[in-house]
């Protein structure tokens, strides 16, 4: 009963994770309550056995797990670094390289798989993106072929220390709970360093042919091109007026491209086909950036979703200007419409539009439909804010910082917190749970992060994700579901052998990985590998390692791992991108994988 109740809501929470139904901090959460529920009944009800499930302590435990304070206390951290200018300075590297795009191309790969063992790879590529945009821009670059490389290397490096992704972390601490020896700060960083170097070859080489090159990213602009959905009001006297919705442009060829996807006409929302425009009709417009700048200075024309302020001064000192800016990772905007999150006034700007880059975005209605992550925005501001939205941390904004932090003193304060974190989990094996909450304190009392920044650091989801899912992997290893899954991995691979064995489990994590959440993958697969390798007689180590690295590393979907999901937009790529560049690199790292995680992990 008990492996039979565990693998049904396995199963449900696959399908939630797999399906997107719901966020996946959510579904983590129904996961938590749903083992809590069942447990507490069905013990009561003498239908499961209270040593073959978790407890309601147990489940609840978790919000207190050494796993999830680490990764809170590096949120912060991180956060530290970035406000102190230590990701200010590691920007103004790339512009050394800028003249030549071959080494740029491998600049921004090392510097951000350096970062990213450190400091959190979405911090590192959030603080990159705009100046490779930017660069690119200047110097006549394709910026789709850079931004893909940047969250690639984000995950090279992520992997190479224990504190390098939530994943690591995670994974550790299912194994601790399991009975394994915890793995070592640096414990990683041969095999990952293997993997950064494997990694930026490939790109710079047989990668760069697989990459795309947009024809739109060369046009020497600072803003991605492509298509925004767009609302706006024509008036009695606009030049909108009287034309055809379904012409396949309503402006002059060199204005830009503006093609109607709906009308709204009292109230009811109608097709474009056979329809001619009237004033005081709401058109829902598929438009290119040069339409938008267009459309803004038509007369008789009216966005209608929220004004920019007043300018701060003459007009002429505070023009208005057009701002792109993705929804970030964590962002209160997430799951909520424009309106409902307040999204007008906490920026104080006008939202002219939204561009989903996805498999099937779907029908947008612009101030209705809920904003996801990766969603890129179109605002209508003053130069005066430009400062003020950059700072917003639900937002990350597709420009290039004006003025940047210079290194000084609480750059080498917050360098020093973080060195101490690391040496004090070296030298004296203090856990690294204890030590990252120091620092984080540490980053606040001596004034490199305020509180409220600290507060809003912290990707709230991702701890609430950690959080749900830990009980998921203790019931599955009390419940005997675990035993009864590698029973059957190792019947299979038996005959094989453990080398076997461990090329599965990297293949299978690594699949799953594409189209889950990979904590919820590593948690899933982690019990399993460490009994499987367990009934083969091999050592489990090389197994974790091998959850971790191929949970870590997902290149084939952009859906698939958070930076993938942040360059989609910029870059102006589609799905099919990352499969033609992903799923080489995804076979290259399971060989590699297979070759040497025995050499440094022995079975």
Same mark, same amino acid.
């Given at each position: 009963m008990e492996i039979l109740l565990i693998l049904l809501i396995l199963t449900g929470a696959l399908w939630l994770f797999v399906t997107e139904k +719901?966020?996946? %901090?959510?579904?983590?959460?129904? =996961?938590?309550?749903?083992?809590?529920?069942?447990?507490?009944?069905?013990v009561g009800a003498g239908?499961?056995?209270?040593?073959?499930?978790?407890?309601?302590?147990?489940?609840l435990a978790s919000f207190r797990n050494p796993a999830v304070i680490a990764v809170a206390g590096m949120f912060v951290l991180s956060a530290g670094l970035e406000k102190s200018g230590v990701l200010d300075a590691a920007v103004r590297l790339l512009g050394l390289t800028a003249k030549r795009p071959t080494l740029l191309l491998g600049a921004v790969m090392a510097l951000t798989a350096g970062l990213s063992a450190f400091v959190n790879n979405t911090a590192a590529v959030a603080a990159l993106m705009p100046a490779i945009v930017t660069l690119c821009a200047r110097n006549g670059y394709a910026p789709s072929r850079?931004?893909?490389? +940047?969250?690639? %290397?984000?995950?090279?490096?992520? =992997?190479c220390t224990l504190i390098g992704t939530s994943t690591n972390l995670l994974v550790n601490s299912v194994a601790v709970n399991a009975g394994q020896p915890a793995f070592g700060f640096f414990e990683f960083s041969p095999l990952g360093m293997c993997m950064v170097g494997v990694g930026m070859v490939f790109i710079l080489t047989l990668g760069r042919t697989l990459l795309p090159?947009?024809?739109?990213?060369?046009?020497?602009?600072?803003?991605?091109?492509?298509?925004?959905?767009?609302?706006?009001?024509?008036?009695?006297?606009c030049?909108?007026?009287?034309?055809?919705?379904?012409?396949?442009?309503?402006l002059p060829e060199a204005c830009g491209k503006a093609r109607v996807a709906a009308i709204v006409r009292r109230e009811t929302a109608l097709t474009s086909e056979g329809q001619t425009v009237s004033h005081g009709d709401l058109l829902r417009l598929r438009a290119d950036l040069d339409a938008v700048e267009y459309l803004r200075r038509m007369k008789s024309l009216t966005f209608p979703h929220g004004a920019p302020p007043a300018p701060a001064g003459k007009p002429d000192e505070d023009p208005l200007t057009l701002v792109q800016a993705i929804v970030s990772p964590g962002s209160r905007h997430a799951g909520r419409s424009p309106v409902e999150s307040g999204l007008h006034d906490s920026l104080e700007s006008a939202l002219l539009g939204i561009r989903r880059h996805a498999p099937h975005p779907g029908e947008i209605i612009l101030t209705e439909s809920p904003l996801m992550f990766g969603d890129e925005l179109l605002?209508?501001?003053?130069?005066?804010?430009?400062?003020?939205?950059?700072?917003?941390?639900?937002?990350?904004?597709?420009?290039?910082?004006?003025?940047?932090?210079?290194?000084?003193?609480?750059t080498a304060v917050a360098v020093g917190i973080f060195v101490a974190v690391v040496a004090a989990t070296l030298i004296t094996g203090t856990p690294i749970a204890l030590c990252a909450l120091a620092g984080a304190v540490a980053m606040v009392a001596v004034g490199c992060l305020r509180m409220d920044q600290a507060i809003r650091a912290v990707d709230w989801q991702v701890l609430l994700m950690l959080a749900g899912l830990l009980p998921l992997g203790l019931c599955l290893e009390k419940s005997g579901a675990a035993a009864l899954l590698?029973?059957?991995?190792?019947?299979?691979?038996?005959?094989?052998?453990?080398?076997?064995l461990l090329a599965a489990v990297y293949l299978l994590t690594a699949v799953l990985t594409e189209f889950m959440s990979n904590n919820a993958t590593a948690v899933l697969l982690t019990p399993v590998a460490i009994t499987a390798a367990t009934k083969l007689g091999a050592d489990p180590r090389p197994f974790i390692v091998a959850v971790a690295f191929a949970a870590s590393t997902s290149f084939a979907t952009p859906v698939g791992y958070q930076t993938n999901a942040m360059v989609y937009a910029p870059g102006g790529y589609k799905f099919a991108d990352f499969l033609r560049a992903g799923i080489p690199l995804n076979l290259l790292f399971w060989l590699l994988a297979i070759l040497l995680i025995p050499v440094f992990w022995p079975f």
């Open positions: +719901l966020p996946p %901090a959510l579904v983590s959460l129904l =996961v938590l309550c749903t083992v809590a529920i069942a447990g507490l009944i069905g239908i499961i056995s209270p040593s073959k499930w978790v407890s309601v302590d147990e489940a850079f931004l893909i490389p +940047l969250s690639y %290397a984000s995950q090279f490096g992520g =992997v090159l947009r024809e739109s990213d060369t046009s020497g602009t600072t803003r991605a091109r492509g298509d925004f959905l767009i609302e706006v009001i024509p008036g009695q006297d030049p909108l007026s009287g034309q055809k919705a379904d012409a396949a442009n309503l605002l209508l501001t003053r130069k005066s804010r430009l400062g003020a939205i950059r700072e917003h941390a639900d937002l990350i904004v597709l420009e290039e910082k004006e003025a940047r932090t210079k290194a000084g003193l609480r590698a029973d059957n991995v190792a019947s299979l691979m038996e005959p094989l052998g453990p080398l076997a």
